[in-house]
C-alpha cells in the first residue's frame, strides 16, 4: 500500500480563495482524521469519520471549514473563504480503528493564505 | 483547551546520551499514550506506546514511562542518535479512535 496520499503537497493563495484539499486513505481503513498543525497548538483534530460518516466535527474552526467522505477512498477538507489565519500544515491520517499503533498520516499539505 | 501538554518546546543532547522528553495530560480518562515522530516535511510517525495499565514499556533505545498519579510520561532515548533528531508529538485517548496531541518537542541531537 502507499500509504495515505495527501494532494497538494503545498497550496499558496490568496485571501477570500477557496481551497479544497485531498486525501487517500490507506484501503481497508475506516477510520479517517484531518488535522492542523501550528507552532502554538501542534497537531488540532479537526473531524475525524467513521466508514465515512462524520463522528465528530467539534474541532473544526469555523463555518468556513468543511469536510466530506463521499467513499472510503477519497476525503476533502474545504475552507472558503480562507484567511492568513488558516495558513498552517493540514494532516490527514487513517486508521483500523485496532491495535495500539494509532494511525497512519499523510504527508501533508502546507497551506499559506496571503 | 490543550488535554495533552509538552512543556518544553525543545531539547538538544550530546549524541550517546540520554534524551528524555516530559508530557502531562489532564484528562484522566485517557487510557492510551503513544509518542510519534516526526520529520520535516514528513508525517508524524508511530513510535512507542503504553496502556494505563502498565508502568513502563520499553523498545529497543526507547523507553516510556507512565505515571498515572501524576498524569505524567516520558520518552527516554538512550543512546541518542543523530538520526533521532525530530520533533516527538506525545499523544492520548479514551479510546483507539481519537487522539490528543501536544504541542510537540523538538530534539536535536549533537555530534
Known amino acids: 500500500d502507499a500509504g495515505v496520499i495527501q494532494s497538494p503537497r503545498h497550496e499558496v493563495t490568496e485571501m477570500g480563495q477557496e481551497v479544497t484539499l485531498r486525501c487517500k486513505p490507506i484501503s481497508g481503513h475506516d477510520y479517517l482524521f484531518w488535522y492542523r498543525q501550528t507552532m502554538m497548538r501542534g497537531l488540532e483534530l479537526l473531524i475525524y469519520f467513521n466508514n465515512n460518516v462524520p463522528i465528530d466535527d467539534s474541532g473544526m474552526p469555523e463555518d468556513r471549514f468543511s469536510a466530506k467522505m463521499p467513499n472510503a477512498s477519497f476525503s476533502t477538507l474545504k475552507i472558503q473563504p480562507s484567511e492568513p489565519r488558516d495558513s498552517a500544515v493540514y494532516f490527514c491520517?487513517?486508521?483500523?480503528?485496532?491495535?495500539?499503533?494509532?494511525?497512519?498520516f499523510g504527508s501533508g499539505t502546507r497551506l499559506t493564505v496571503v | 483547551d490543550q488535554q495533552v501538554k509538552q512543556n518544553s518546546p525543545s531539547l538538544s543532547v550530546q549524541e550517546g546520551r540520554i534524551s528524555i522528553l516530559n508530557c502531562d495530560y489532564t484528562n484522566s480518562m485517557f487510557d492510551y499514550f503513544l509518542w510519534y515522530k516526526k520529520y520535516p516535511a514528513e508525517g508524524p510517525t508511530f513510535l512507542i506506546s503504553i496502556s494505563s495499565i502498565k508502568d513502563k514499556n520499553e523498545d529497543g533505545r526507547f523507553t516510556v514511562f507512565l505515571n498515572k498519579s501524576a498524569k505524567h510520561l516520558s520518552l527516554h532515548i538512550v543512546p541518542s542518535q543523530p538520526g533521532d533528531s525530530a520533533v516527538y508529538f506525545c499523544?492520548?485517548?479514551?479510546?483507539?479512535?481519537?487522539?490528543?496531541f501536544g504541542a510537540g518537542t523538538t530534539v536535536t541531537v549533537r555530534a
Open positions: 491520517a487513517s486508521s483500523d480503528g485496532q491495535g495500539s499503533h494509532g494511525y497512519t
Open positions: 499523544a492520548a485517548s479514551e479510546n483507539d479512535y481519537k487522539l490528543s
